[in-house]
């Protein structure tokens, strides 16, 4: 039996024009993957009848769920829900108890009078099941045709979350038998995608045909990454740890973390079983470093705080870099970061800490320090070390890498590798 | 005449299992809009040949131009150009040029010896022509049928982008007959998508059917596009500029920016134009205001640095909040805020400050100060001013918008408003 096969189908034209990055996809794949469902595909249409009908009879063909977001909004460029209507052949009544919840909205959240505009939100079509949004003002829909379930959902992220959650998810496992996907996955630092494959050469040629091996190179880092679907879940598991052991060993030297985490998320997690502390000087990253450690729940056990020393002058007053530094090797030095690793974690009394200084383009750069170029510095109470590193991406790309190469050295000292 | 038109197709199974968030597809989709090439849709599909060759069919359908991303590295799970050659019926060779290239790039860069396995990244089906890959390994790939081009690019984000703009536009603007495609966008604050939709129905109403106005409601705010498509370049572009002055008569209140720019770069902009300088201190966003001011390039001229007094210490002893507002009305207080705002100000001595502090979740609140509560504060030479927000999101949500309200906090108080 194949597994419970499912196609994503996100509508906006800002889209299609590159205006906005779509993230909604990644989490409801993620969320069926987790139950078993295999997404076959993901598609993007515009705000547009005839491609987003084309899209629902090309997806109803192979699959047995289909989910769409967006363009449900009370707005004239949303042309989903009445789309839905005449493609499932219904009719438009009153949801009373969404008109009741938006009435609610209004009346006492916004504390603004309702207008035509959001009543018509409670509309829907007579031949779909409700998915009631407690999170919004668009409530989900769920339209069954020859055994496919279509989910629509509204395209606001939030929204979207809690109905995949609360509504989508349930309904399939009450649906659909469930196969099982599992997945392994660690993280490597240190080695390059060719030169890795090198190493599990063996490793991959041995693997059984029912199991994949993928390579997910990021940051200067890559995640392996083991597959298998199987109807026995047991079977399936145990066979994946066991290979799951046999790479972890192949990979030993390199190996990051086993989980499926960020590597901040690796290293706050070392952080919190030696309940220790970091603390960050920021220069060309401006704060981004900062965001990755604070960005996950429970950071604050080991975060302390930072000094973004965007300007020199900040460097000089809050992290004691001194003038002779700047007028001599400057800003993007070795003794820069490594006075800046030091003070900021003297001054906000942290085991650790971090620094970064360097060039991230477009411009700044000059002969003996090209684009690309910076220092990362890490500091314990018995150690400073630093080290150059030369990107050679764009500026959000280099502030991305330079902030996980930065944590990944902060790793390595806390584990005494440097 | 239909404008031409172009699908994206993006391969890996990291798509579908929600592990990655595709971007790639976002800057593919502007690329091609900016010389007015029509995306019609994107299709992401995993790393399967028959997934793949059935994306290939469909793509072939209705456009002129199809691009492939991803699957061409050195590991087994790439298997886009071995299919890629069978699918157009070519032979493997090598070729030189890149294969020197990537010599150089082992032998000068990175000091290592080539492996077979690199060697392989050199060939190419003998059935396309090859595009140039300065920034790395895998070589891009144009391959032509039934007038239909097929480009194939890797799926590493600053080599697809390189690949782009020096070999696909160039490509495409030599071969295919160009419409224009063209947008105006403006940002508004301080008014929901509903109300927004009311206030400009009379405008919306009176649109001519050729021009298409979207809302795309984030983080609290809402951009507005006008977007239409003509083989007649000065006739469109009239068109829009009336129709742009129209509405943005219409939104006159509300207005942030008439340009296509993220809040944060209207603000700079502000400052820049002005010559002033501004500062930060987060506590619960962490160093993401930092980020985003410090993002775009030319931001070292109005961004001079900023405080991340994520423990509560750190707001004490950097940013002077007495221990008595801490142990009364605590961290997350007009108090707190007003006193962050204008100390980060005037240690850093800059014209503005802006301060955050709250429970962005998933833990943390009690019954006073709940989930997603935070207080924003700014402040000049001449002004403090503080407001509480409660936001209702997920923790990394929660962050985003709080960061963006209080870059729009910064932007009122510039210009007066508050």
Chains 1, 2 share one sequence.
Request: contains cysteine; glycine residues 6%.
């Amino acid at each position: 039996m194949k597994p419970t096969q499912a196609s994503i189908i996100t509508i906006g034209d800002e889209l299609l024009i590159g205006q906005v990055i779509d993230t909604n996809s990644a989490f409801i794949a993620q969320a069926l993957n987790k139950i078993g469902v295999k997404v076959l595909n993901r598609v993007a249409v515009g705000d547009e009848k005839e491609a987003i009908s084309k899209a629902l009879d090309a997806a109803a063909i192979n699959n047995d769920i289909v989910i769409i977001t967006g363009g449900l909004g009370p707005t004239a460029d949303d042309i989903t829900k009445p789309l839905l209507n005449e493609y499932f052949n219904g009719k438009m009544i009153i949801h009373e108890p969404t008109l009741a919840h938006i009435t609610n909205i209004f009346e006492n959240i916004h504390k603004r009078p309702m207008i035509e505009r959001n009543r018509k939100q409670a509309e829907v079509p007579d031949v779909c099941e409700v998915l009631f949004n407690e999170t919004g003002t668009a409530p989900g829909m769920l339209f069954k045709r020859n055994n496919v379930f279509f989910f629509s959902l509204p395209g606001v992220p939030h929204e979207m979350r809690w109905l995949i959650q609360n509504h989508v998810i349930p309904t399939i496992q009450q649906n659909f038998k469930a196969h099982t996907i599992a997945h392994r996955t660690l993280l490597t630092a240190g080695i390059g995608e060719s030169f890795l494959a090198e190493l599990i050469k063996d490793f991959e040629n041995e693997l059984p045909a029912s199991i994949k091996l993928a390579y997910l190179p990021n940051f200067g880092m890559v995640r392996l990454r083991l597959t298998g679907t199987s109807e026995d879940d047991v079977a399936l598991n145990k066979t994946l740890d066991t290979l799951f052991d046999q790479l972890k060993l192949a990979v030993t030297e390199f190996l990051v973390t086993d989980a499926d985490d960020p590597m901040e998320v690796a290293v706050g997690n070392l952080l919190k079983s030696k309940n220790q502390t970091v603390a960050t000087a920021e220069s060309c990253t401006g704060g981004y470093i900062g965001h990755l450690l604070s960005k996950h729940a429970g950071s604050s056990q080991f975060y302390t705080g930072g000094v973004i020393s965007y300007d020199n002058r900040i460097k000089t007053e809050f992290l004691d870099v001194s003038t002779k530094i700047l007028t001599t090797v400057g800003a993007v030095s070795k003794e820069a970061v490594e006075q800046m690793a030091i003070s900021v974690r003297e001054k906000m009394k942290t085991d650790y800490g971090v620094s970064v200084s360097g060039i991230m383009g477009p411009a700044g750069q000059t002969i003996e320090k090209p684009l690309g170029m910076v220092w990362i510095g890490v500091s314990s109470k018995e150690k400073v070390y630093s080290k150059v590193f030369y990107l050679r991406f764009d500026r959000l790309r280099n502030i991305e890498v330079t902030a996980n190469q930065a944590i990944n050295l902060l790793r390595l000292l806390i584990i005494n590798k440097i």
